[in-house]
């Protein structure tokens, strides 16, 4: 019975955390850094307002409304990397939020798919 805890205590903070935006993110890093979260976002136009520059060559933009971020991972089928004519392609992403020795606030994609 005694080896049922630390399991639930592990689920729980495995949850999903669904913020409402990524500048929510932003704005609360430290509520989110190192927690899964599901975002509905856009796939992004590069030129678009984020703090710093990308951690690999292969991470590409996501934004919403209220702000924009990095994503590292695989891209979605059916996305090129950095092609105009994907630029505000609809995206549900769930991930990491994590950020770089620099500081930067990016998403370590586990799953995009388009909406």
């Known amino acids: 019975a005694g080896d049922s805890q630390p399991a639930l205590l592990q689920t729980s903070s495995s949850a999903i955390k669904t ?33 710093g520059i990308p951690n690999r060559r292969s991470d590409w933009p996501v934004y919403d409304d209220s702000a924009a971020i990095y994503a590292s991972g695989s891209l979605p089928q059916g996305l090129s990397h950095y092609t ?17 020795s620099r500081g ?8 995009a ?3």
């Open 84 to 100: 105009q004519k994907d630029w505000g392609t609809p995206l549900e992403i769930t991930g990491i939020i994590s950020k770089t």
């Open 19 to 51: 913020p409402q935006s990524i500048r929510q993110i932003l704005n609360n890093i430290d509520q989110f850094l190192g927690n899964k979260v599901k975002l509905t976002v856009f796939y992004g136009d590069p030129r678009r307002e984020i703090a």
């Open 104 to 111: 930067l606030v990016f998403i370590k994609v586990k799953k």
């Open 113 to 115: 798919i388009i909406r």
